[in-house]
């Protein structure tokens, strides 16, 4: 039974005491509910078919000083490019070259001094013993050189592949102690993806196997194709660890981008 509006304006005025009114007006000016509140709504989850996964390099490094040293020459800044076999680092090495050149002079006098026992031991004035302890100094002074010319190779620091600088640690004339980093190197070429998949998907996923991945921060897709899976489900998580390499180089993705895989594009 619905009451005229008239009458109901009269009786709110008139006979109803205020509170009553304030509810009423409320009642009336509510919509009416077509469906449960905005808070009930449940949120609608994710697909079940996509996997969130994280670029990384194919091969990350972190050269550091294999000795102490001063550097004399930086040629690395963050970012930059280089090739394989570029310097890098270069450290002061004055003092091992010098001591080189002394241990060369050492052979030579050591090498004579063998010539002349071996002469002598052909003309009797000299016994075994004294041609073997020349001998023994001999091969002490080529080792010693042997010893400074390692140590002068690691005067400089060379780039075992072509990549790109992550983090430069040290400054140009910073004096540095052994096993101290100094470059974050990572490689060039085909990022890899790394994935934790449901494991309700793993009759799907196989080593060769492509999928499409699409990057947030360049809101593109790119192929992937699988190259490794874990041999194990992880039993808190209930997923298994992949691996996959993006399939062409892009110079736009970079490590550290994250994005979405479709498992539906699985082939």
Not at 80 to 93: P, R
Not at 178 to 207: E, Y
Not at 218 to 224: C, D, G, V
Request: glycine share 6%; with cysteine.
């Amino acid at each position: 039974m619905h009451s005229h509006p008239t009458f109901n304006r009269f009786f709110c005025s008139v006979a109803a005491p205020l509170m009553l009114c304030a509810v009423w007006a409320t009642a009336q000016a509510q919509p009416p509910h077509d469906g449960p509140a905005a808070s009930e709504r449940a949120v609608r989850p994710a697909p079940a078919d996509q996997v969130r996964g994280l670029l990384v390099s194919s091969l990350e490094t972190t050269l550091s000083s294999a000795a102490a040293g001063r550097i004399t020459q930086l040629n690395a800044t963050l970012g930059a490019s280089f090739a394989k076999g570029q310097t890098l680092i270069a450290f002061d090495c004055d003092e091992p070259v010098a001591r080189r050149k002394m241990a060369q002079a050492e052979l030579s006098g050591a090498q004579e001094t063998l010539e002349a026992r071996v002469r002598m031991q052909g003309l009797e004035q000299a016994s075994d013993v004294e041609v073997a302890l020349a001998a023994a100094a001999v091969n002490k002074s080529r080792a010693q050189i042997d010893l400074y010319q390692a140590q002068i190779g690691q005067c400089t620091i060379k780039a075992p592949w072509a990549g790109r600088v992550a983090k430069v640690h040290v400054k140009n004339f910073m004096s540095v102690s052994p096993s101290q980093p100094l470059l974050d190197l990572v490689m060039s070429g085909p990022l890899k993806l790394k994935l934790n998949v449901p494991s309700k998907h793993i009759a799907r996923v196989r080593t060769g196997g492509a999928l499409d991945v699409t990057i947030d921060e360049t809101a593109k897709t790119y192929e992937a194709r699988i190259h490794a899976v874990n041999s194990r489900v992880d039993p808190v998580s209930q997923t298994v660890e992949v691996e996959a390499t993006i399939t062409k180089s892009h110079p736009e993705l970079l490590p550290g981008m994250s994005g979405v895989a479709n498992l539906t594009t699985l082939r």
